[in-house]
């Protein structure tokens, strides 16, 4: 049995198609990314949006969101970002309503897959926060779930060496390092908010940061660089779980937003190396 997720993240949508930052422009990147999703076959049994729909969280932002997002094939899970509110409840009930709690999270079946939806953010700042009552929370999602699962949230818990991100991540994240350590069922950890593909181990597991379907943060990994984006080729993640004999594997693929040339072939009709 296999089953497929695709993560998207960091759409930072602006009402009426605005472009991000005077450059960016996050509306035509969605649409893109959504016919990109729609053209994958298999296709994915659902698709999490680990944060930043939106850039200022207002009623009209998601109005605007929902409806570049519609013409979506699979299921859509989301998480709030630093960029959203919790207007995004307002948004999205559906997932609201599946909350444990005000800021803390949400578990979604996919089969025999449960997707964990944790609440990163902290209202006002841009850092996140595993906090104690989260990651309570997340213990006993994790407890109560017999098969494999999945984690998903917006600030990444490790650091990745690019300072002025690093200091915006999820502060006190050796809590949920030592939350999903026991976790036998917890395969990875798929996180937002730097806007390209990182991957890290945390507890145990190995945890990645999904790319942006619009802008990146600019890969500079000097002391006290600049906080600055670079628009590169857009792309999400596509994870696929799978159960052998063994148990439950899990690897993630980069799939790249856009036309490439392509596909050609390796080898001649005789078999012969081209």
């Known amino acids: 049995m296999t089953l497929l997720i695709a993560q998207l993240s ?18 035509s990147f969605l649409e893109q990314a959504v016919a990109h999703l729609n053209a994958l076959d298999p296709q994915p049994d ?24 519609a ?5 859509l899970w989301v998480i709030p970002g630093n960029h959203d509110s919790a207007r995004i ?29 944790f609440d990163s953010t902290v209202e006002g700042e841009h850092h996140g926060h595993a906090s104690e009552a989260r990651c309570a929370w997340l213990a006993d999602a994790l407890a109560a779930t017999d098969g ?39 395969l990875a950890i798929g996180c937002g908010h730097i806007h390209r593909m990182i991957t890290a181990t945390v507890g145990g597991r190995r945890a990645m940061i999904a790319p942006s379907p619009a802008h990146a943060v600019s890969l500079d990994l000097r002391e006290n660089s600049p906080a600055t984006f670079h628009l590169e080729p857009p792309a999400i993640l ?16 980069q799939s790249f937003i856009g036309d490439y040339r392509g596909p050609f072939p390796f080898f ?4 012969a190396l081209v």
């Open 89 to 117: 409840w307002h948004a999205f009930p559906e997932a609201g309503a599946l909350r444990g709690g005000e800021g803390l999270g949400y578990k979604v079946e996919v089969g025999p897959l449960s997707l964990l939806m």
């Open 238 to 253: 596509v994870h696929r779980v799978t159960r052998t004999e063994r148990g439950w594997t899990h690897v993630s693929h």
């Open 268 to 271: 001649q009709t005789d078999g």
């Open 46 to 69: 659902a698709v999490v949006l680990s944060g930043d729909l939106v850039d200022y969280g207002t009623d009209a932002e998601y109005a605007y969101f929902r409806s570049l997002i």
């Open 71 to 75: 013409p979506l094939k699979a299921p």
């Open 148 to 186: 494999p699962s999945l984690l998903f949230l917006h600030h990444p818990p490790f650091l990745t060496g690019i300072g002025h991100m690093d200091r915006n991540n999820c502060w006190e994240a050796e809590r949920l390092a030592a939350t999903v350590a026991p976790a036998s069922g917890l």
């Open 10 to 27: 960091d759409t930072h949508i602006r009402e009426g198609g605005a472009f991000a930052y005077g450059a960016v422009d996050t509306k």
